[in-house]
């Protein structure tokens, strides 16, 4: 089975920094986009950056310039490294995993975790 996992939330206080990890295992996974999306208490779901098999990287405004996404020589890990944090960035932040194996056609999600900015 896929497992998805996130690691690396905390408490940081205003312009602190965080590394948030996404660790895919599975043998039949294969290259895949990884996704950061975040959701904070009473608020919708919103997209926070990706990036694809090859490297490229998307970030949504909120986050672009403060926040860079990566992943590990063997693609099994997605990092986004969380710089000069605001308060407003205070949520949950969620992986999300699509496998191109498949065409696209599933996604994977983890549990996610917490980021708590104090102010």
């Known amino acids: 089975q896929v497992q998805v996992v996130e690691s690396g939330g905390g408490l940081v206080q205003v312009g602190g920094s965080l590394r948030l990890s996404c660790a895919v295992s599975?043998?039949?996974?294969?290259?895949?986009?990884y996704s950061w999306y975040r959701q904070a208490p009473g608020n919708q779901r919103e997209f926070v950056a990706d990036i694809t098999t090859g490297g490229t990287t998307k970030y949504a405004d909120s986050v672009k310039g403060r926040f860079t996404m990566s992943r590990d020589n063997a693609r099994t890990t997605a990092y986004v490294q969380m710089n000069y944090l605001r308060p407003e960035d205070t949520a949950v932040y969620y992986c999300?995993?699509?496998?191109?194996?498949?065409?696209?056609?599933?996604?994977?999600w983890g549990q996610g975790t917490q980021v708590t900015v104090s102010s």
């Open positions: 599975g043998s039949a996974f294969g290259p895949a986009t």
């Open positions: 999300k995993s699509i496998p191109h194996r498949w065409g696209d056609a599933y996604e994977y």
